[in-house]
């Protein structure tokens, strides 16, 4: 099956029984972006951004919303939030030369130690393995466990590098569409496209 990352839509379910919408990131999601952002953490945002960050200028707002789904890749996570839809954690890889991509993650603190970092992390490696990625790569604080958890259980070789308070992670692809990728499809929920 072909992923069409501009259309991607999947039903996930969280670790406490929560049902959220992982879909392709849209140019009219700034607002509820934005608002994601307002509702994080200090660390959190710090984990993210390596700085306690809510405000952005417009260039760099740009890049965030920009997706071509070619050289960069963006999924949001929706949940339903009394009644309303509310952006919760995202996704994205950004292509840095052929056949690597730097990926970065974010999850709203409510949402965290659930499952949806390794949910967005599964679909993500599907996307860019689909794309002809060879490998995704990513700074990461080193207090930062959850989330070089969540890389560590991609079912990817993982490498490491501390480089002060920053762990490089370089993730490589198997050069066949075998064992770990297999393994990341067959624990994938069934993408639908809109």
Not at 96 to 125: N, W
């Amino acid at each position: 099956m072909m992923l069409e990352p501009a259309r991607f839509h999947v039903t996930e379910t969280l670790g406490d029984g929560r049902k959220v919408e992982i879909r392709a990131q849209r140019p009219e999601d700034r607002e509820a972006l934005r608002a994601a952002i307002q509702r994080a953490s200090p660390e959190s945002l710090r984990h993210r951004f390596f700085a306690v960050k809510r405000n952005f200028s417009e260039r760099k707002a740009h890049f965030f919303l920009d997706i071509d789904f070619v050289n960069h890749v963006a999924l949001v996570a929706v949940a339903n939030e009394n009644g309303r839809p509310a952006i919760i954690g995202g996704c994205r890889y950004v292509v840095v030369e052929p056949g690597r991509a730097e990926v970065a993650f974010s999850v709203i603190d409510e949402y965290q130690k659930k499952g949806l970092g390794t949910a967005l992390m599964r679909h993500l490696a599907a996307i860019g393995r689909e794309a002809g990625l060879k490998e995704l790569v990513a700074d990461v604080l080193a207090d930062n466990a959850p989330m070089l958890k969540v890389f560590k259980r991609s079912g990817l070789a993982m490498t490491t590098k501390l480089e002060g308070s920053v762990v490089q992670v370089t993730l490589r692809y198997p050069d066949e569409r075998s064992g770990a990728i297999a393994q990341i499809a067959r624990n994938s929920a069934t993408p639908r496209y809109e």
